[in-house]
């Protein structure tokens, strides 16, 4: 997909406009990486960077209306199933993208709405933006520097090593988990 310079740059003001400077700044990292990541291996640049610069461009609205529009046009989410209010900013994220700026990119869209945690079989702009959004240069954490090696190196791998790592950790810390995290790493190492 394509998209204009003027309509990137109008994207780019409307989403700082939505969220914190620390968030605008997080998702500036994400754009980075994934402008990267795309161009090392051979992807969408264009998808990679809407996908990346619109993921987290609800974090601070009303999730709950937009979400619920989002599975009612695209169907049911599972974010909307559980009590893990801090996923919704996804699906809503991507409603705002499609009702209010017209990005109608399937891939995009659902990249935007899946992107804590995957789903089977996950698209490579689903796939770039998961590593982005884990390993972007404002993060810092223990081994976060083998997970930037490896998605470069090999998307698929990487992405699988820090699926693994983000089980571990929240096995290890008693924190909730989605199931979609690991039907996205099962539908990895099926492949
Ligand atoms: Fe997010
Ligand atoms: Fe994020």
Avoid at 37 to 52: C, F, M, N, Q, T
Avoid at 148 to 165: I, S, W
Wanted: glycine share 6%.
């Amino acid at each position: 997909m394509k998209v204009t310079a003027e309509t990137f740059s109008r994207i780019t003001n409307l989403v700082e406009s939505r969220i914190t400077p620390k968030r605008f700044l997080h998702t500036l990292g994400v754009l980075q990486t994934a402008v990267e990541l795309a161009d090392i291996h051979g992807k969408d640049v264009w998808r990679a960077s809407l996908a990346a610069l619109l993921h987290d461009s609800s974090k601070a609205t009303n999730v709950n209306e937009d979400a619920k529009k989002f599975a009612l046009v695209f169907g049911d989410h599972p974010y909307l199933e559980t009590e893990m209010p801090q996923l919704l900013h996804a699906p809503a994220g991507a409603w705002w993208a499609y009702a209010e700026l017209k990005v109608d990119d399937g891939e995009v869209l659902d990249a935007i709405a899946w992107h804590p945690t995957g789903h089977r079989n996950p698209s490579d702009t689903l796939l770039i933006l998961l590593a982005a959004d884990y390993c972007e240069p404002t993060r810092d954490f223990p081994g976060v520097d083998e997970i930037r090696a490896f998605v470069r190196r090999d998307l698929r791998g990487g992405v699988k090593e820090l699926l693994r790592r983000k089980l571990e950790y929240v096995q290890n810390t008693g924190r909730p988990l989605h199931p979609s995290t690991q039907e996205t790493l099962l539908s990895l190492e099926g492949e």
